[in-house]
């Protein structure tokens, strides 16, 4: 509980700084801290349990399928990371109140802010290997939202952009990684890895698991070759700088590191890998940050430097590197986040942040430049101060490698710490001494205390860790004992080691340092000589366009405008699939014996075989074209009926009236057309003939086979769980509910598309067409002829009479909602076509848009009803209810859905066919009064 | 009677992509209404041929044809109508926004705009 509320609170806090942002600035910020705080505080709570090696455990279900749940598990690790996440996060809040300006939306500031510290508690607290990549991803999304969060900034959209599609590719092969590694240790569960590593190591997989995993950790920690999103991150404001991209997110990767050091740590493949890419980070970065001027870019590389080292450590193999490295990033976070906060400071003050246009700031801004310089100094490994701490055990760690196998490493470390001293001194040395330069205009002092209080914070901390060390030991065990193993001596800390390897190194390193930062004019010069023609963001960039091009060239050969050739394609490509499928396929013989043959069937086939190749001929005479269609689908609905299913044949006969109704009205806009038939694709006639070849084939390998059906489930239940004999009308309303009542609600949109397809045709271009619009054709003198209309008002009631009959029946018998909803429309427009529109409109007041709501409602609450009894939805109850005078009548509540059912789709296709019918208004059909009128002559027009 | 029903379905799939090829709307309109007659006819064979034992429950009977395809089918065949109606709608009018009936459409020649 207590873990899962540590996560949960920021993520659903993030509401709270927006609403609270009306109120003020002031409001904003305390509506971030709350939820962070009462997390910090239920964090802290449960310190003394972790500490005693008893890890704090929530666990809940989520897809038990798939192997995810809902785990989280306090250990040490987690403990020390989500510390630093929610310590540094409160100091982050505090700054970002006063650096943000004031028309700036800082509670949406706030808001992303507590998305990321909410997704990364998770990373660090999941016990899930499905659960971890779900909140990693989120880290990644909260982080692009954050880098552009100045969204007029060029600048910050790449940078997002990039950071995105690096950290997000990187976090795909890491979910792919963790999958693989789930399946082959038989388990999810992160912390019962480290019991199957004998597993884990032995699986052919192995190699590729690791990989994987690897190059979501190195993506996300921006480990060389992926290094170069991470400066260019920085186009962020410095509050996401300082918390993300150097205290918190971007150690994501180290995180997933030290987690899986019990699986992979101390193997060959893992500590080349991690040893040797760290390494190189770390001196790349390092050289890289010492040539920059810009002071975010300069840190950012420092970060990355950072990083690599802590990498490096990691893959060192000793359980004391590992420790050492878990010190590093606390050292780490502390100093380098006070820089950052620093640097937004100047930036905020001077309005720059370029080495080349600021010097001497100590002058102005004495604050500021002493806490710059401590963090700086701390950051080069001066002592007393914590990174002097960190630095050593780092040092002694990687010396303790064997000269012979090592040398590489040992030169790159001593290199590595050279460059870090060297651009940790020139950050304060030029910006804060000599003589002061500002840019053009600007008026520099201390900032308010929001702005120092975060960064006065951390630097009391890099002072007091730097002397008295051994204060973060418990925290450090703690969290090296979840990662590295319990029960071993860890290294004492202490500020003084005694005279050692290290120590020269140091001193080696402060000397050298000094001299570069000296010489650094003429350096700089030659090193911008021969700058690093690997650009990793302009490879990105190249890359990107180049997809963008394909992309395009493709689109432009696929998308050629001609329906005709997508259905080619698509045929095509279904066809040569399904005869790869047949080829892969064995043998095959019929295993059902044929049905007998009738000899009505025979002739009503050739009908339609006759019908169909009619159409085909005569697709441009429209009228016998659809009246042809009619007839297929008449033998079609004779084929349903002889195939034991009543129900569809009804259907379908319904159906096919009010189809042909439709088609016929639309004859009155789309007339025959009397131009010649446009060029049709090649190889129409073919793929179609193949496409009708391979389909009948399949239908009739299908219909001969033998395979396991529902049949009898369906059959056994119907009556004793639906209430209904008629099996098909029980599965509608009952045993797929669910599926019907999404089915009448697509069918009540599209009847609301139509009705405002139409209506946007009142105005515009359309309108004018349509006012213009000349039907070719002669119109019969008598639209509504005398016997038509008083045959049509005499059958009316009989009609809704059948109607009745046919619903009622429909749960026992053939019927049912969906088929009196087709009678009944007919019965309708039987009205409409014999009397006219206008006629049956004043006399019939229907409004289809409340019908098909009515009926939608009347099927969900059907459907609830069934909740209110504690079943689950439109789950149907059924009795006999004794009616006087009748007696018992057998009901079902799915009658009630199945009633939805008629209204929404009586009114879906009463809907679409009335406002077609209307749209001949706007053309200038004249309506009648009377029934039975004759044509009379349009009032726009000379004649008829 | 398998033979007839495949003979059916496979004529009615050829038809319907021929049409479905056309350039003007309405001939893909009854193009369409075909394939679904095909589509709706392969789904319920699905459940494979049961002759004159409709899937109405009686005490005592053993044969019948199975119902789930049925249920399947029933719908489909009323949303099909809904399609052909929208179809129809749209044909008309973009027949009095554009002034003609043709299911194709200019080809995509502009080149995408990449911010880098």
């Not at chain 1, 271009?765 to 049509?792: D, E, G, M, Q």
């Amino acid at each position: 509980m207590g873990a899962s509320a540590i996560v949960a609170l920021p993520l659903l806090g993030a509401i709270l700084p927006p609403l609270f942002a009306r109120a003020g600035r002031t409001p904003a910020l305390l509506a971030a801290l709350t939820p962070s705080l009462a997390a910090l505080a239920l964090l802290w709570g449960q310190g003394a349990a972790v500490f005693s090696g008893e890890p704090v455990v929530a666990l809940a279900p989520w897809v038990p399928s798939l192997g995810l749940e809902w785990a989280l598990r306090i250990d040490g690790l987690g403990f020390f990371f989500a510390s630093l996440i929610l310590a540094i996060g409160v100091l982050i809040f505090i700054y970002s109140r006063g650096y943000l300006a004031g028309n700036e939306s800082l509670g949406t500031f706030y808001a992303y802010l507590l998305l990321f510290q909410g997704a990364m508690l998770g990373v660090v607290l999941a016990d899930n290997l499905l659960l971890l990549p779900v909140f990693w991803e989120l880290t990644s999304l909260s982080s692009f939202l954050l880098i552009g969060f100045w969204r007029h900034l060029q600048d910050g959209r790449r940078g997002a952009r990039l950071a995105l599609a690096i950290t997000g590719a990187g976090g795909l092969a890491l979910l792919a990684g963790l999958i693989l590694l789930g399946e082959v240790a038989g388990t999810y569960r992160i912390s019962e890895l480290a019991a199957r590593r004998e597993v884990i190591l032995a699986a052919p997989l192995a190699p590729v698991i690791l990989a994987l995993i690897l190059l979501g950790a190195f993506t996300k920690s921006a480990q060389f070759p992926f290094h170069f999103w991470l400066p260019h991150a920085m186009a962020a404001p410095t509050p996401v700088s300082a918390y993300l991209h150097s205290a918190t997110m971007v150690k994501a990767g180290l995180y997933l590191l030290a987690r899986l050091w019990p699986v992979f740590g101390q193997t060959d493949a893992w500590d080349a890998w991690v040893t040797g890419v760290g390494a190189a980070t770390m001196l790349l970065g390092a050289v890289i940050a010492f040539f920059k001027d810009d002071l975010k870019a300069l840190l950012a590389y420092s970060t990355v430097s950072h990083l690599g080292l802590v990498t490096m450590l990691l893959g060192l193999g000793s359980p004391t590197a590992v420790f050492a490295a878990m010190l590093h990033i606390l050292m780490h976070a502390t100093f380098k986040a006070a820089l950052f906060m620093n640097t937004g400071i100047v930036d905020h003050e001077t309005g720059s942040r370029d080495l080349r246009r600021l010097g001497g700031l100590a002058k102005v801004m004495p604050g500021t430049a002493g806490l710059g310089t401590l963090a700086a100094l701390s950051m080069a490994g001066v002592p007393p101060l914590n990174g002097f701490v960190s630095k050593e055990e780092m040092l002694a760690e990687a010396l303790a490698i064997r000269w012979g196998d090592g040398w590489l490493l040992w030169a790159i470390v001593v290199l590595a710490t050279i460059f870090s001293a060297a651009y940790a001194f020139r950050y304060f040395s030029a910006l804060f001494f000599g003589p002061l330069r500002l840019p053009e205009g600007r008026r520099a002092h201390d900032p308010p205390a929001l702005l120092w209080g975060p960064p006065l914070a951390l630097v009391v901390a890099v002072v007091v860790l730097g002397l008295w060390p051994g204060l973060a030991e418990p925290l450090l065990v703690a969290a090296s004992a979840s990662a590295a193993g319990s029960g071993r001596a860890w290294p004492e800390l202490a500020l003084w080691h005694g005279f050692g390897a290290p120590l020269v190194v140091s001193v080696a390193a402060f000397v050298c340092g000094a001299a570069l930062v000296w010489r650094y004019p003429a350096l700089s010069r030659r090193a911008l000589a021969w700058a690093l023609p690997l650009d990793g963001r302009r490879m990105f960039f190249a890359a990107q366009t180049g997809l963008a091009r394909g992309a395009h060239c493709l689109v432009v050969r696929l998308h050629s405008g001609v329906l005709g050739r997508y259905v080619l394609l698509l045929t095509g490509v279904s066809l040569v699939a399904l005869a790869l499928g047949w080829g892969m396929g064995e043998g095959w013989r019929p295993q059902r014996p044929p049905t007998p043959v009738n000899g009505l069937a025979v002739i009503f086939v050739a009908i339609a075989l006759v019908a169909i190749g009619l159409v085909l001929r005569w697709h441009q005479e429209r009228l016998r074209a659809v009246l042809l269609t009619g007839a297929v689908g008449l033998v079609v609905s004779l084929a349903f009926l002889h195939a034991s299913a009543p129900d569809l044949a009804l259907t379908q006969i319904a159906v096919e009236a009010v189809t042909t109704v439709l088609l016929l009205l639309t004859l009155f806009f789309l007339p025959q057309h009397d131009a010649a038939s446009l060029p049709k694709p090649r190889g129409a006639a073919v793929v179609a003939v193949l496409a009708g070849l391979v389909v009948g084939l399949l239908a009739w390998v299908m219909m001969r086979n033998e395979a396991p059906t529902l049949a009898d489930y369906f059959w056994s239940r119907s009556v004793p769980e639906g209430g209904g004999s008629n099996v098909v009308n029980v599965i509608l309303v009952d045993f797929r509910g669910y599926d019907t009542y999404g089915e009448i609600t697509v069918l009540g949109i599209a009847g609301l598309v139509i009705y405002a397809l139409l209506q946007g045709m009142q105005e515009g271009v359309a309108r004018k067409n349509l006012h213009a619009w000349r039907f070719p054709f002669a119109l019969s003198a008598t639209r509504h002829p005398l016997p038509f209309a008083v045959t049509a008002r005499v059958m009316l009631p009989f009609l809704l009479t059948a109607v009745v009959y046919v619903f009622l029946r429909g749960h026992n018998a053939p019927g049912g909602g969906f088929i009196a909803a087709l009678l009944v429309t007919l019965a309708f427009l039987i009205q409409y076509m014999a009397s006219g529109l206008s006629w049956t409109m004043q006399r019939l007041r229907l409004d289809a848009h409340l019908w098909i709501g009515m009926g939608l409602l009347v099927a969900g609450a059907t459907g609830m009803a069934a909740m209110v009894f504690g079943a689950p939805f439109l789950r149907s109850a059924h009795g006999e209810v004794p009616v006087p005078g009748i007696g018992p009548v057998a009901l079902a509540s799915a009658m009630g859905f199945d009633l939805g059912v008629l209204l929404t789709v009586f009114g879906a296709v009463t809907l679409a066919l009335v406002q077609l019918a209307f749209l001949g208004r706007l053309a200038g059909f004249a309506p009648n009064r009377t029934p039975m009128d004759p044509v009379r002559p349009r009032p726009s027009s000379e004649g008829g | 009677m398998e033979v007839l029903f495949a003979v059916l379905i496979g004529a009615l799939t050829a038809a319907g992509v021929y049409l479905c090829c056309l350039r003007q709307v309405f001939p893909v309109v009854l193009g369409l209404s075909l394939l679904s007659y095909a589509t709706n006819l392969f789904v319920f064979v699905a459940g494979r041929l049961t002759l004159g034992a409709p899937p109405i429950w009686e005490e005592g009977v053993t044969r019948f044809a199975d119902p789930l395809p049925q249920a399947l089918v029933l719908t489909a065949i009323v949303i099909s109508f809904g399609m052909t109606a929208l179809l129809v709608v749209l044909a008309i009018r973009a027949r009095f926004e554009a002034g003609a009936e043709r299911s194709d459409a200019p080809a995509v020649t502009e080149r995408p705009e990449v911010e880098r």
